[in-house]
Every structure is written in structure tokens, then in C-alpha cells.
């Protein structure tokens, strides 16, 4: 874990703990030597302060180090730097247009001749020093006929694409995983370089200010040399791949740019870029909050699955079974006036609650006739995705539906829990009786309104209260606030546990599945939870509460992200999210991937077909693609057995993967090899008995095949013996054993 840690203190910094030493409470980390702050005056020197020149290579250098100092993060403050960037831009770009600035003579630096005199010249040398002394001597003007190899235009693609690089090297050192992971990563690399390590903090800190230096570099080259465009367009896609919420303005610059650049002329009547439309603003809003905007996913699924035709194509070249050529079929599902679910079709963005909902048709190589699916997302863009009434009313009425239909329900999570709002009408009216006037701390009396203000509110029965004669005059005492507007008090809260109820149905009676794409909160975090198949992106985090209000009940700033609570190194380690990919379109493939692996409807059981376990072991490690989860704390993965399918290989057994497969209606494969449930303290302390006790459960309530194998040379003893040999199901149950031991005790116990 990193933690920022300040000093009210100006001086000299001495460590007293080394680095990677283990911390405890109260443990002195550093000290700090305070210093006298000086007041005296400078003395008077002769010496005048070097002035740049105004020759036009003096200028071009100077504007290229202040650029180069700006993007290693030493930047002039507010409101100073957004003006003199600016200038500093237009001098650069126009001494780089200018013919002069190669010798400040010549119309055109003839650079390729200059080039061909240096190598036919050094040809002629025999003696390897000679060379050495010859180029040592020209290296300078070697280096210039590089830079105009390609003419002026060629330099100043290279200029530019210098400073993008620069952006580039530290930004995406920040893209994987939050600050915390992203400098242990920094460390990791320059671990004998920590100057390397600071320095790139040092230039991350200033990212906004970095961003507006990249965004009006990028908007000069496109407003003045609109062909040189296409020539930066990889470097460009670089810009567009970067994925945080602090890059997010120069991301969607970059694409802007790139979309322009390949647009019509009469698409683009005397301006310069794409007018910032709402959707493009919403975006923003989206990307800045680390997700997705809610409308850019159905088209994800179609990307996907096409990606998934093309990888099937690719094993299976001979199949007959062609790739559909619309692959994804949907239809978004709103609440009309009397809160009923109904199918239609809106533009995109038309929405005015903080919910999506869609049915979609998926055409996959499984079910290449489509499979249905229900799918909710939260709109983060609409009050940063708060669940209020008719947010819940709608995820209730979707949810209902797909158990209705017997298909599977995904959630796309990004939200900030129950919306807890205020009466705007009283918040700016309402007055404050203290305790003792002078003194604040010591609490208030009670909240009030004066008779005049009372009666702007009077008839708009946000408020009771009660009159009371207090100091003089009187008062409207509040005794309740409810607020003019639905749905922004505890009414909330009732409907939140309304949608959790419901999700634990929906476990019980469907496939469940989700992606926490975003932050999720409160009761975003309960309905990933019931809902039990979880895909986590790495950013994103998810908890109970944030970590600001917790720190405000501890009194102190113990946390400082949110991802302390609940990044994917916590709930990925504890399984509450079975798999972590590294952004939406991954995290999308992993979910289509996992739903390829359940039936079409909860209806489906497979017959159980008893085969020569020399078959069964060869057709269960075929070179097929299978998504793996609770990879950090239990092995199981789902994989295809001939024609049919099957469960889970799991090494060892946890109680959960198998009330899930039972629930996915999977026939299930054990692969036994135990020595029994560990007994040591912090094993009994975390409760493996009681972990232990549901294995039965499971398997007792499994309603498909179930086949153990012993592989040979293995182990079963103790009580897992008893859990896996004696069938706790009737029909379903075989056992398949070879050369392999069963006992009581370990030998040396």
C-alpha cells in the first residue's frame, strides 16, 4: 500500500524507518528539521542574468525546454500558465514553420546533400580513428541533417511527436490499476533508480496542467496544418488508448482529431472540430468517473461478438456454420407513465433517470439461432448513478422480466448507492440556533425558519413545524424535512432493499451476472453481490461506504482511497469478484464467454452418460478456450466435454463454485485430492469448519451429474473422504478411483 503522507512542516526530511519496513501504530516514519526562513537581501552582483536571444533558433529552443520542463512537471501556477503555455505554443509552432530556422539563411536546408557529402566523404577513410575523429568532429551537423531529412514538415512532425512521447512515457506508467499499484509498479522497475521513480510522480502531479499543454498543441497542429494529421495518427491512437479519468480531456482530443481528419469536406463547413454535442459531453462526464458511458455498450457487445465469431472461425475453419451478419439484436425497455415495462425505441441519451435497461438477442456460435438476454447498467452521467425510486422501479421491473423468461440477467454497475438528497426549497432558507453563539462546537438548539420565510414554502408542504416563541421573537421550529420532490429521503432506501430482495430471487432462479465497471456503492454493492457471478475492472472498487465518510466516523484520515476498501485487491482475494480484467471491452468478451458456458434456459438437465474414465480424463483437457474463475482462492474453470458440457475442476472444492454450477445447472467433476480441512488457528479463526459444513449442503442440493475421480497416487482422508466416497445424492452421484489411498489420520499423526 502507498500512502501520500504531508508535513505541516517546512525543513529537512531524515527517514528513520527504512523503505519496505513493516509499520506499526504509532511508528515514527521520518523526522523533520525545521529551518530559519530567510529575511535578508540578496548581495548586489555585476553579473547580468542570461537573456535568451531573439534569433529565431534561440527562440525555437527556448520554447522547447519550457515545453519539455512543463511536461516534467514544472509548471508556473494559476491563473499565469494557460496564458503564457499559449504563447509559448505559437512561437514554437511558428519558428518550426519558419524556412529560416534551419541555418537562418537558406529557403530550404539541403540536408539530403549535406548527408550524401558526410557518407561518401567517410567512405574514403580507411583507418577505423580516422572515422571516429571524423565523425566525432560533424557529429553536430549530422544531427541537424537528421532533423531535416525529411524537410521542414518532416521536422516538425518530429518536434511534435518529442513532446507527445514525453506526455506518453509518464502517463501510461499510470493506466494500470490505481495510484497505490502504479507506483509499487514505478518502484518495482527503477528499483536502483528511485530519482527515476520521483520524477515520474513529480511530472504525474501535474497532469491537468500536462493536459492542457497536449490538447492545445494537438488543436494548433489540426487548426494550421491539417495534413500533418495523418502523419501523427499512431501517435495519436496512443493518446486515444489511455483509459484513466485524469487523461480523459486529451483522450477524447485525440480521437476528435483523428475522426476529423477522416471526414468529408462538406462535413466540416468552416470549423474546425465536432461541435461538443451532449452525448460527447456525457462521455466526458462517464470517462471522467473511470467507465463507460451507458449507451457505448450495446455497441461493445456487438464488437465482442464478433470478436468471439472470428476467434470460433479461426479454430473451427471447417465448420459450416457462418457468422451472422448483424450479430447483436436490441431494444431498450423503459417505464411508461404507470411504472409498467415496456420495449422501445429512443435515441440514444433521451433517458431521464439514472437507469438503461435492454433486451438483447446475442447470435454466438452456440446458439447461432440467438439467445436472449436481459441487460441493466447504471447511467453514472445522471447524478453520478444514484439509485432512487424509479431507478429501482426499473431494475425491479427488468429483473422480473428475465426471471419470467427464464433467461439470464446482466448488471453493469457504476453508481454511488441510494440517492440521499436535500429540499433545495428549505436548504438556502433555514437558520441555525446554537447553543452558545460564540462558540459553534458546542452544538445547536435546533433549525428554523422565520415567518417569512415560512410562507414562501408554506403551500409547497416540503416541511412540518411547529411555532415556537424563542429570543423574542418567533420561530417555525423544523421538526421533519421531506422535500417538494419524490424520491429523494428514505422512500429510497425501502425501494433499495426492494431490488436486493429481488437480486437474491434472480440468483435463485436464473443465471446472474455482473460487471462492476465503475465505482459501486452501497446498495450497488449488495446487488453485484447477490447477484454472485462478479467480473471486476481493475480500477473500479467496491464498497459499503466511501472511504471519506469513514474517516469522518473514525475521526481521523485512516484511508485514503477508495480502493483500500474495495479494489481488486481486496474483493478479488475474498471472492466476492471472480475475475478482474483490465477495461469494459474485456471485461464485456469475459462476461459473453462465461454466458456461453449455461444452458439456453433454466429448464435444461443433461443425462449422465457413465464413459471409460481414460476418455472422460482425455475429452475433459481439450485446447479449447475456457474462462477460469476464483482463480485467487479456489481453481475452477468451466470447460466444454464433447458435445455436452461441463462443470467445474476444482482444486480444491469451495462451497459457493458449487452452489453455483448446481444453480447454472452444470454437471459437476471432482478432482479429489485432499488430506482434509486444515485445523491451525487463523484456519479455525476464519471459520473452515463452518466453510467445510456447506460442502455437504451443496452437494446434497446438487441437481445435475456429479463424478468424483481419485486420480491415481491421490489422497482422501478424514472427513473429506466421508464427503466425496458415501453419495449424498441418489442417481447422480459416481465415483471413479486408480491406484490411489484413503485413511483416517496422516501416518505420523
Known amino acids: 500500500m502507498v500512502m501520500t503522507l504531508t508535513c505541516s512542516e517546512s525543513g529537512c526530511l531524515q527517514y528513520c524507518k527504512r523503505a519496505g519496513a513493516v509499520l506499526n501504530a504509532g511508528a515514527l516514519i521520518a523526522k523533520v528539521t525545521t529551518t530559519l526562513i530567510f529575511t535578508g537581501k540578496f548581495p548586489q ?3 547580468v542574468m542570461p537573456v535568451v536571444g531573439d534569433k529565431l533558433n534561440q527562440v525555437y529552443q527556448s520554447c522547447k525546454t519550457t515545453l519539455e520542463n512543463v511536461f516534467n512537471g514544472y509548471c508556473l501556477p494559476d491563473p499565469y500558465f494557460s496564458e503564457k503555455v499559449k504563447e509559448i505554443i505559437e512561437k514554437f509552432m511558428k519558428a518550426l514553420r519558419d524556412p529560416t530556422l534551419p541555418l537562418l539563411e537558406l529557403q530550404e536546408f539541403p540536408s539530403q546533400q549535406i548527408a550524401s557529402v558526410i557518407d561518401s566523404h ?94 492545445m498543441l494537438i488543436d494548433h497542429v489540426w487548426g494550421n496544418e491539417p495534413g500533418l494529421t495523418d502523419e501523427l495518427a499512431a501517435i495519436l491512437n496512443e493518446l486515444t488508448q489511455l483509459n484513466r479519468s485524469e487523461n480523459s480531456r486529451v483522450a477524447l482530443c485525440a480521437r476528435q482529431i483523428l475522426i476529423a481528419a477522416h471526414q468529408p469536406a462538406y462535413k466540416l463547413p468552416d470549423i474546425r472540430f465536432f461541435p461538443q454535442t451532449r452525448l460527447q459531453l456525457k462521455r466526458i462526464q462517464a470517462q471522467k468517473n473511470g467507465t463507460t458511458y451507458v449507451y457505448d455498450f450495446p455497441d461493445m457487445f456487438r464488437k465482442v461478438l464478433e470478436r468471439v465469431w472470428k476467434e470460433y472461425k479461426e479454430l473451427n475453419p471447417d465448420n459450416s456454420i457462418e457468422p451472422p451478419v448483424q450479430p447483436l439484436q436490441y431494444i431498450e425497455l423503459v417505464l411508461d407513465s404507470l411504472n409498467t415495462l415496456v420495449e422501445q425505441n429512443r435515441t440514444e ?25 436481459i441487460v441493466i447498467a447504471n447511467d453514472i452521467t445522471h447524478l453520478i448513478g444514484s439509485f432512487s425510486v424509479r431507478e429501482d422501479l426499473l431494475f425491479l421491473k427488468a429483473s422480473e422480466l428475465s426471471r419470467s423468461l427464464k433467461i439470464p440477467r446482466m448488471y453493469l454497475s457504476a453508481n454511488s448507492g441510494a440517492r440521499i438528497g436535500l429540499a433545495e426549497e428549505i436548504k438556502h432558507l433555514f437558520k441555525v440556533c446554537w447553543e452558545d453563539p460564540s462558540d459553534p462546537e458546542k452544538g445547536f438548539r435546533y433549525i428554523y425558519l422565520t415567518p417569512e420565510d415560512y410562507s414562501k414554502v408554506f403551500n409547497m408542504n416540503s416541511a412540518r413545524v411547529q411555532l415556537i416563541e424563542d429570543e423574542g421573537e418567533s420561530r417555525y421550529k423544523l421538526t421533519d424535512i421531506i422535500g417538494k420532490e419524490d424520491g429523494i429521503g428514505v422512500e429510497n432506501l425501502r425501494y433499495a432493499g426492494m431490488i436486493a430482495g429481488e437480486t437474491s430471487q434472480a440468483y435463485e432462479e436464473i443465471v446472474t451476472m455482473s460487471m462492476v465497471t465503475g465505482c459501486a456503492i452501497g446498495i450497488g454493492t449488495y446487488s453485484v453481490r447477490l447477484g454472485e457471478r462478479v467480473i471486476q475492472i481493475k480500477n473500479p472498487h467496491v464498497n459499503s461506504n466511501r472511504y471519506g465518510a469513514l474517516n469522518k466516523l473514525l475521526g481521523r484520515e485512516v484511508y485514503t ?113 485432499w488430506r482434509g480441512f486444515s485445523g491451525g488457528m487463523k484456519d479455525m479463526y476464519e471459520q473452515v469448519v463452518k466453510f467445510g459444513s456447506y460442502i455437504v449442503d451443496g452437494l446434497r442440493e446438487y441437481n445435475q451429474p456429479i463424478l468424483v475421480y481419485i486420480p491415481p497416487f491421490g489422497e482422501l482422508r478424514v472427513e473429506l473422504g466421508s464427503l466425496l466416497i458415501l453419495p449424498l445424492t441418489q442417481s447422480t452421484w459416481k465415483c471413479m478411483l486408480t491406484r490411489c489411498r484413503g485413511g483416517i489420520l496422516e501416518l505420523k499423526a
Open 349 to 373: 441519451g433521451e433517458n431521464d433517470i439514472g437507469m438503461v435497461a435492454w433486451k438483447m438477442k446475442l447470435f454466438t456460435p452456440e446458439f447461432p439461432d440467438g439467445r436472449d438476454i
Open 561 to 673: 482511497s477508495n480502493n483500500q476498501l474495495g479494489g481488486i485487491q481486496i474483493m478479488y482475494n475474498n471472492g466476492v469478484s471472480h475475475k478482474t480484467e483490465r477495461h469494459d471491452m474485456e471485461g464485456i468478451y469475459s462476461l459473453l464467454r462465461w454466458l456461453s458456458y449455461f444452458p439456453l434456459l433454466r429448464v435444461v438437465h443433461f443425462p449422465f452418460y457413465l464413459q471409460p474414465i481414460q476418455l472422460i480424463v482425455k475429452s475433459i483437457f481439450p485446447t479449447t478456450i475456457r474462462p477460469k474463475i476464483f482463480t485467487s482462492w479456489s481453481s475452477t474453470s468451466r470447460r466444454f466435454l464433447k458435445l455436452a458440457k461441463s462443470g467445474s475442476l476444482i482444486q480444491p472444492t469451495k462451497p459457493q463454485a458449487i452452489m453455483d454450477f448446481s444453480k447454472e445447472d452444470l454437471p459437476l467433476i471432482i478432482f479429489a485430492n
Open 122 to 215: 567517410a567512405a574514403t577513410l580507411q583507418k577505423r580513428a580516422d572515422r571516429d575523429v571524423f565523425f566525432l568532429t560533424t557529429q553536430g551537423i549530422v544531427q541537424l541533417v537528421q532533423r531535416y531529412r525529411n524537410g521542414i514538415r518532416g521536422r516538425m512532425k518530429s518536434a511534435v511527436q518529442e513532446l507527445l512521447r514525453i506526455y506518453l512515457g509518464v502517463e501510461t506508467q499510470f493506466q494500470h490499476g490505481h495510484y497505490d499499484k502504479c507506483v509499487q509498479a514505478l518502484r518495482d522497475k527503477h528499483k536502483d533508480d528511485m530519482q527515476a521513480v520521483t520524477s515520474c510522480i513529480f511530472s504525474h502531479y501535474q497532469v491537468a496542467k500536462k493536459n492542457i499543454v497536449v490538447t
Open 45 to 47: 552582483s555585476d553579473n
